[in-house]
DNA sequence: CTTCTATGTTGACGAACGTCGATCCAGGAA
DNA sequence: TTCCTGGATCGACGTTCGTCAACATAGAAG
C-alpha cells in the first residue's frame, strides 16, 4: 500500500539545516512545499494530529471518519495526501486500514522551521513587536 | 504597514504543546492550516529564507524580486501573504520597503511539530519499517 | 459461489489559488 | 510644482483544490 507513491519523503539531499540561515534553492523549495500544502488544511492537520497523538499501532479509518462533517471519499482524499507526502502510512488489516505517523517527517519539518541555537533576534530596529 | 491585518499571528488560546500529543480542535486546526498554506509555496518558501537568513535589519524586495522569474506584483502578493500569515513584517523606509522574519511563528511551528522527547514511537507492529 | 461491510478511486462541480498587465500611491529629485 | 522610481492594489485569466455522488475493490461471512 505505501509502494513507490511517495512524493516528496525520504531524500532531500542534504540535512537541510533550515530555512532560516541561508536562501533554500527552487528543488529544496519545490518539495518542500509539497509537504507544508499538505499541512495547509484543517482536515488534514486534525486528520495528522489524531493519528499522531494515538501512539499505538496505528488508527483506523472508521476511528477518523466520524470526526469530520464529511463524507467518506473526502477523508480518503487527504488521507491520501498526507501520505504522498510522507507525512503517514497505512496498512491493511483484515477488514480495515490502520494509519500511522512517519515520525521523520514532522522531525525535519521541525528541524528545518527551528532556528540554530538563539539566533541574535537582529536588534528591534522598532519593529519587531507583533506578537503578544 | 503592519496594522491590524493578521489573521494568524499571535494569541492561539493556548501554547500548543504539539499536534502530535493531542487531537487539536477545529479551530486550532483552521489557524494552523493558515500558516502551513502559506508556506505551501515554493516561492513563498524561497521568499521566506532568503528573508530569514538576512539576520541584520531587513530585506529590500528589490534584492527579492530579480531572484525570481516572476512579475512584481507576484512577489507583492506573496510577501502579502507572509505578511498575512504572521510570518514576516514589513517596513517603509524612504522609498524601499524592507521586510523582516518574525520568529515567534517559526518557532511556534517548530514547537508544534517537534515530539515532546523521545516519544516511544509505538513499537513497530510489522509494519513502519516504510521509509527508506 | 453470493452478500455485506469498509475503503479506495473516478469524474464532476464550485471555490480558491498563482500569475499577469494595468493602474495607483508614496517618496525622492529636479 | 513635475517627473521618475519602487512597491502595492485591482481585475481578469487559467489552474489547482476540496468536496461529493457513483462506482470499484478487498476481505469476511454465509
Redesign the interface.
Known amino acids: 500500500m505505501?509502494k513507490h507513491e511517495r512524493d516528496a519523503?525520504?531524500r532531500t539531499g542534504a540535512c537541510c539545516p533550515g530555512?532560516?540561515?541561508?536562501?533554500?534553492d527552487?528543488g529544496q523549495?519545490?518539495e518542500?512545499?509539497?509537504v507544508?500544502?499538505?499541512?495547509?488544511?484543517?482536515?488534514?492537520?486534525?486528520l495528522?494530529?489524531?493519528i499522531?497523538?494515538r501512539?499505538?499501532?496505528?488508527v483506523c479509518v472508521c476511528d477518523l471518519t466520524p470526526?469530520f462533517d464529511l463524507a467518506q471519499p473526502t477523508i480518503s482524499h487527504h488521507l491520501k495526501l498526507l501520505r504522498q507526502a510522507?507525512l503517514i502510512?497505512c496498512?491493511r488489516r483484515g477488514t480495515w486500514v490502520y494509519y500511522?505517523?512517519?515520525?521523520?517527517m514532522?522531525?525535519r519539518?521541525?528541524?528545518i522551521?527551528?532556528?540554530p541555537a538563539g539566533?541574535?533576534?537582529?536588534?528591534p530596529?522598532g519593529?519587531?513587536g507583533?506578537?503578544?
Not at 501512539?55 to 496505528?58: D, E
Request: negative net charge.
Open positions: 505505501s519523503s525520504g530555512l532560516l540561515t541561508a536562501p533554500l527552487e523549495a519545490t518542500l512545499a509539497k507544508f500544502k499538505a499541512l495547509g488544511d484543517p482536515v488534514r492537520l486534525r495528522l494530529s489524531m499522531a497523538s501512539a499505538g499501532g496505528g470526526a510522507g502510512d496498512e500511522w505517523l512517519l515520525p521523520e514532522t522531525d519539518l521541525a528541524a522551521l527551528a532556528r539566533q541574535p533576534l537582529p536588534e530596529t519593529h519587531a507583533a506578537a503578544s
